[in-house]
């Protein structure tokens, strides 16, 4: 059993920073990608930022240069450092975990902890 536990979130004025964490049930280093999803309300659900147990990151187009991705392995617990938000960043942010098996990978997904950044 994966547990995901998202936390961080909240309310926020456009230009300030939240610090969003996931803690997982075990070691980190396990998967071999972990990442942040968000969904806004009416929208998909879109990749923000994800890592790999090598240490390769990986953005979206949207955040690039506001987001930052990090990993504590002692604490199994990831990171999405938010910076500069805006009133677009409004959704509810999703931890991701995924482990590759014989070419297959499966995905394992948090709660979500809801972030509303008001202008």
């Known amino acids: 059993q994966v547990q995901l536990v998202e936390s961080g979130g909240g309310l926020v004025q456009a230009g300030g920073s939240l610090r969003l964490s996931c803690a997982a049930s075990g070691s980190i280093s396990s998967f071999n990608a972990m990442g942040w999803y968000r969904q806004a309300a009416g929208k998909q659900r879109e990749l923000v930022a994800a890592i790999t147990s090598g240490g390769s990151t990986n953005y979206a187009d949207s955040v690039k240069g506001r987001f930052t991705i990090s990993r504590d392995n002692a604490k199994n617990t990831v990171y999405l450092q938010m910076n500069s938000l805006k009133p677009e960043d409004t959704a509810v942010y999703y931890c991701?975990?995924?482990?590759?098996?014989?070419?297959?990978?499966?995905?394992?997904w948090g709660q979500g902890t809801r972030v509303t950044v008001s202008s």
């Open positions: 991701n975990a995924a482990r590759i098996t014989w070419g297959t990978t499966r995905n394992y």
